[in-house]
């Protein structure tokens, strides 16, 4: 009962209102919240640090930026946001303010990293098939609710995108910020707001554990150490859990290690079964999705018990190894 009436004493304000409305349409930062709002950033510090301590918004640190978006667990917020009408105008005016904010966000990330000169679009970039490659990464993951996902290298935020219809929370990490940024932008609609993006090292993830699905996209081939990446992603998964590991099949373009700073040319089915086998998971069929250069995708469970272990691998291989 005490946690309840905190954070009900917490909403009962006007202010905190209208920022638990716009973390509803994604995580924002101190400055942007004060460029939407019109208010100083002394009194929305305030405002902020009170509905954290309430536990109604989670914070994030990233360098020099703190992120405010909701928690996964935001039921009771989204109830007393749904009480709110539709047609306020203050509420109409931040969400128009927000809107602003988000596209500028994207702009300058997108011109970031053109000056940079980094292809953030690998898939595209490549000229490899992205439709069909995410076609395939749904039928590995079949059924209606795929639980909590955690998605490394999240990069612009797609793969979120693509699976939250069916995640309960979905959250991403990616070292780059200025890939962050693109997520934040991506992923900034009230439908996608149980999906969030943070900083964080794939070789040392801040997190516990617990992820029913984990997905690797695009990701090994930069890794310096992929065997630690993978024994990191293993560390997260919950029992029973799945890792979906999207990369390119062994080659021969030496190019790529030159323009796009590829540390590995692809990996071999042996290699990669290997490896996952190596950090304690159940390696399934892999599927391969053709193109100038062949994406292979490999999926592996977390053994829950002996019994769902050898049904786990049984029902993989019924899975056809052509996407």
């Not at 000229?127 to 995410?134: I, M």
């Not at 149980?194 to 996209?217: E, F, I, K």
């Not at 790529?256 to 590995?264: D, K, N, P, Q, S």
Request: charged share 20%; proline share 6%; with cysteine.
């Amino acid at each position: 009962m005490d946690a309840l009436l905190t954070a009900l004493r917490a909403t009962a304000e006007p202010t905190r209102l209208r920022l638990l409305a716009l973390a509803a349409r994604g995580a924002f930062c101190v400055m942007e919240f004060t460029e939407i709002l019109g208010q100083s950033q002394p009194r929305l510090s305030r405002h902020l640090k009170l509905l954290c301590d309430a536990g109604l918004l989670a914070r994030v640190r990233e360098g020099a930026n703190v992120w405010f978006g909701l928690p996964p667990d935001a039921g009771l917020i989204q109830e007393l946001l749904a009480r709110l009408p539709e047609d306020d105008p203050v509420l109409s005016a931040d969400r128009r303010g927000a809107a602003r904010v988000l596209a500028e966000r994207a702009r300058v990330a997108s011109e970031s990293f053109r000056r940079q000169g980094a292809d953030w679009d690998e898939m595209r970039a490549l000229g490899l098939p992205a439709a069909d490659v995410e076609a395939a990464i749904l039928r590995l993951l079949p059924g209606a609710q795929l639980g909590r996902v955690l998605d490394i290298g999240t990069g612009t935020g797609r793969t979120l995108e693509l699976l939250a219809p069916r995640v309960s929370a979905g959250l991403g990490v990616d070292a780059s910020r200025a890939m962050l940024a693109l997520a934040r932008a991506r992923l900034a609609r009230p439908s996608l707001a149980h999906c969030t993006v943070r900083q964080a090292d794939m070789y040392r993830l801040p997190l516990s554990g617990g992820y029913d699905v984990v997905v690797l996209q695009m990701v090994l081939h930069y890794a310096e150490d992929p065997d630690a990446v993978l024994a990191e992603a293993a560390r997260v998964l919950a029992p029973g859990g799945r890792l979906i590991v999207v990369d390119l099949a062994g080659h021969d373009r030496a190019d790529l290690t030159e323009r796009l700073a590829h540390r590995w040319p692809g990996f071999t089915d042996a290699a990669m079964q290997a490896a996952l086998s190596q950090v304690g998971l159940l390696p399934g069929a892999p599927m391969s999705v053709p193109g100038p250069l062949e994406v292979r995708l490999w999926s592996a469970a977390m053994p829950d018990n002996l019994v769902n272990a050898v049904a786990t691998v049984n029902s993989s291989e019924l899975i056809s190894e052509d996407a």
